[in-house]
Each structure stands twice: as C-alpha cells, then as structure tokens.
C-alpha cells in the first residue's frame, strides 16, 4: 500500500489529482465537507490499495507476540487493517473491549455514519456507490452522509 509522504505517495498523488498545492489538504476535514464526494472516490482507491497489501514481517511479528500471550495492546496508525486481517481483534471501548489492536486512525475497510455513529464493513454495493461519487445511505438512520471509518486532520 503506498505510504504517505512517500515519492508518488498518496499525498502526492491528491496533489495531482485534485490540482491542490498540498496533498495532506484531501485529508482535512474541511477539505472532505468541501469536496466529499470526490474523497471518498479517491479513498475508494486507497481501500483497493489496502484490500490487496499484504502483512509485513513486523505485522506477523506482533501476531506472534500476541498468540504467546506476550502482547497486552496493539497500536497502530495504520488505516490499512491488516492487523485485524491476521487475526488481532479490533479493540472497541463498548463492542469488543477485549480486543488487542486499538486503530488510531480507524480502519478503511469500514464506513461510518457520522449522525448516529452506526458502523459497517465496507460492502461491494457501497464501495460502488463511492467510487461513482455518490452519497451512501446509512442503512440506521436514512442519513445520506456515511463515510470510510478513518480519522481525518482537524476531524
């Protein structure tokens, strides 16, 4: 998956593809209300990226770790949820408080409502519905203003 900062990272190519003199900008906030639906198409690539990335050393490390019973939490700022893929359960204050990986960032693989807080794994119809820059229902509230499950500066 590409890294951020990196050269053609996904700062640089927001750069590109929005014609915006920083890149870190798609990730704003501010940005995101101004802009959403072509966010959320561009996280749509990002979410591919992630789908097909596989665990590094380091992941299968912390996994060892963990199934030793060495490991009391796992952070991680990766939005990419491999550690989830190898078999770390999501940690979750009210749903799973006995989880390990505790994402900073949240997690790409699932979108959220940010009205009534419902959460959901991504599906093939949403991720659709994204990429075509159109809005996503919440299937709890009717709201049309779910989004990927991921912190965003000034959020």
Same mark, same amino acid.
């Given at each position: 998956?590409?890294?951020?900062?990196?050269?053609?990272?996904?700062?640089?190519?927001?750069?590109?593809?929005?014609?915006? =003199?920083?890149?870190?900008?798609?990730?704003?906030?501010?940005?995101?209300?101004?802009?959403?639906? !072509?966010? =959320?198409?561009?996280?749509?690539?990002?979410?591919?990226?992630?789908?097909?990335?596989?665990?590094?050393?380091? +992941?299968?490390?912390?996994?060892?770790?963990? @199934?030793?019973?060495?490991? =009391?939490?796992?952070?991680?700022?990766?939005?990419?949820?491999?550690?989830?893929?190898?078999?770390?359960?999501?940690? +979750?204050?009210?749903?799973? %408080? @006995?989880?390990?990986?505790?994402?900073?960032?949240?997690?790409?693989?699932?979108?959220?409502? %940010?009205?009534? +807080?419902?959460?959901?794994?991504?599906?093939?119809?949403?991720?659709?519905?994204?990429?075509?820059? =159109?809005?996503?229902?919440?299937?709890?509230?009717?709201? !049309?203003?779910?989004?990927?499950?991921?912190?965003?500066? !000034?959020?």
């Amino acid at each position: 998956m590409s890294m951020f900062s990196t050269r053609n990272g996904l700062y640089e190519r927001a750069r590109q593809r929005f014609k915006i =003199q920083d890149g870190i900008k798609l990730f704003s906030y501010p940005f995101y209300k101004q802009r959403r639906m !072509d966010v =959320q198409s561009f996280f749509a690539q990002i979410y591919g990226e992630a789908k097909n990335s596989r665990a590094s050393p380091g +992941h299968l490390a912390i996994a060892q770790l963990h @199934e030793l019973h060495k490991l =009391q939490r796992h952070y991680t700022l990766n939005i990419d949820g491999l550690a989830e893929a190898i078999g770390m359960d999501t940690w +979750h204050h009210e749903k799973h %408080p @006995e989880g390990i990986t505790v994402e900073m960032h949240g997690n790409i693989s699932y979108v959220v409502c %940010p009205s009534c +807080h419902a959460v959901e794994r991504l599906s093939g119809a949403v991720m659709s519905t994204m990429k075509a820059c =159109q809005p996503v229902l919440c299937k709890a509230c009717q709201e !049309d203003e779910m989004r990927y499950k991921v912190m965003l500066y !000034d959020d």
